[in-house]
């Protein structure tokens, strides 16, 4: 069925106290809470819900806001929702009217609701993180005509591929399966394979590599036996089981100077990329193609691009999401990364060259600026989750790189609400000042007045 909407009752509890008569409402969370538009998000996502089957999911409001609290704070699904317990602003932003001691939801039903929504719903999370920014006046609509793109790599939570624990990983899981489908195998070879990955790696550390590779070799045998004893006594193959087979055949095949290699088992799309970094010369995952305001920084697109295409190729789709999310800018920055780029809409893309030349003054003053996309990056990394992917699949690249991005607006939307309210409290105080000023000047008049009347009432 469709999510309830958060209950609230305009009586109040006689046992209870509302949380807005214990909270500080100018706290930067409740601020924003008041600019979000719940209504919009909870018409978007409840049409992804059936109308009559089922019980009721859990409310729309409490979903987004927990995926915003995460992405903010760099938590896991679980810490997200154990810290919501125990922190009042966290439910009030949820909707709640009371403080609830328990947990709202089991961590698992993030997940489902990340595959119902899917990449669309992450762009309109990212949509009203912009939308909230134009109404507290932290965003102007001038900041969104100038633009900045480049990509970055977005590593998958594997670890580093080797020939030896790739193959037993391979036969680890199809074991396992061969077990849950009752298909009895000549031999499982747990105590061999294990055997023969424990001392590839013990000789690849005394520097003897010919011992090494002889173990590594006899992995890769051992998993094209158990490949072959599955393939002629399953007496059905299904899905499952056929990608599992599909994936440890290629991985018994390939070479060292094959191309679309495989380096995870439950990850298979991760890619071997390679960004030119003295510190790290290979990383695996996917290619990321972010787009920030030149001014301010805010982030207005990001999208997982698979494949490892060129930079240049990436950068269509780029400015098509942003123009899905807020509106088509008129000037797109990027580096020399792009040239040759495949972009052909309205926006005036100035790709960044080694000298200036005859760029016009306030032209290049943009395009200096370019590079300030390259901080925001280091923080969608370190403090918002997109250093180390964690969701499953090409749909969970997704999806992490558009909350991260959302994360890291929302994060400077709280800045923006916790000093608007000091504003406001100092021209307060003067108008308070000048209000007190003008009282002492017209209590001396009246007193001066009273004065002169005492003294003509004596005379």
């Known amino acids: 069925m469709k999510p309830i909407k958060t209950p609230h009752n305009p009586q109040g509890d006689l046992f209870k106290t509302e949380l807005s008569r214990i909270l500080n409402l100018n706290h930067p969370l409740v601020r924003l809470g008041k600019e979000v538009d719940w209504e919009r998000l909870d018409e978007i996502f409840g049409k992804t819900y059936c109308e009559d089957n089922g019980r009721p999911a859990s409310s729309t409001r409490l979903m987004v806001a927990l995926h915003y609290l995460k992405y903010t704070f760099n938590l896991s699904d679980e810490d997200v929702v154990e810290a919501w317990v125990e922190n009042p602003y966290w439910q009030h932003f949820s909707g709640n009217q009371y403080f609830e001691h328990s947990q709202p939801i089991d961590p698992t039903s993030m997940t489902r609701f990340r595959k119902r929504i899917g990449e669309a719903g992450a762009e309109e999370l990212l949509k009203e993180t912009i939308a909230a920014g134009l109404k507290l006046k932290a965003i102007t609509p001038h900041q969104l005509k100038r633009v900045n793109v480049d990509t970055t790599v977005q590593e998958k939570e594997i670890r580093y591929p080797t020939d030896s624990r790739l193959y037993e990983r391979s036969r680890e899981r199809l074991v396992n399966a061969a077990i849950e489908r009752g298909i009895t195998l000549r031999q499982n070879y747990n105590r061999t394979a294990k055997y023969h990955l424990l001392m590839s790696h013990r000789y690849a550390h005394a520097r003897q590599m010919k011992r090494a590779r002889n173990s590594t070799r006899k992995l890769r045998t051992i998993l094209g036996r158990v490949i072959r004893d599955i393939e002629s006594k399953a007496p ?198 000048a209000l007190q000023q003008f009282l002492r000047t017209l209590g001396s008049t009246i007193f001066s007045l009273n004065q002169l009347d005492l003294a003509f009432a004596g005379f």
């Open 236 to 433: 059905v193959i299904d899905h499952e089981l056929r990608t599992l087979l599909d994936v440890s055949r290629h991985i018994q095949e390939q070479q060292r100077t094959d191309h679309g290699k495989i380096y995870s088992v439950h990850e298979p799309q991760v890619e071997c990329i390679s960004k030119g970094k003295a510190h790290k010369r290979y990383e695996f995952g996917c290619k990321v193609s972010v787009a920030a305001t030149s001014k301010g920084g805010w982030f207005v697109g990001a999208k997982a691009v698979h494949g490892n295409p060129y930079d240049g190729h990436t950068l269509s789709d780029a400015l098509k999401q942003v123009e899905r999310i807020v509106k088509c800018p008129e000037h797109a920055f990027v580096d020399m990364g792009y040239r040759g780029h495949d972009y052909t809409g309205r926006c005036e893309v100035h790709v960044d060259k080694r000298r200036r030349g005859t760029t016009a003054r306030s032209e290049w003053k943009w395009m200096k600026r370019r590079a300030a996309i390259e901080p925001g990056i280091g923080h969608l990394k370190r403090e918002h989750r997109m250093d180390r992917c964690r969701l499953k699949g090409m749909d969970g690249d997704q999806f992490n790189a558009i909350l991260s991005a959302a994360g890291m607006n929302f994060g400077k939307l709280l800045k923006a609400a916790l000093r608007l309210p000091a504003f406001l409290h100092s021209v307060v105080a003067r108008l308070f000042g």
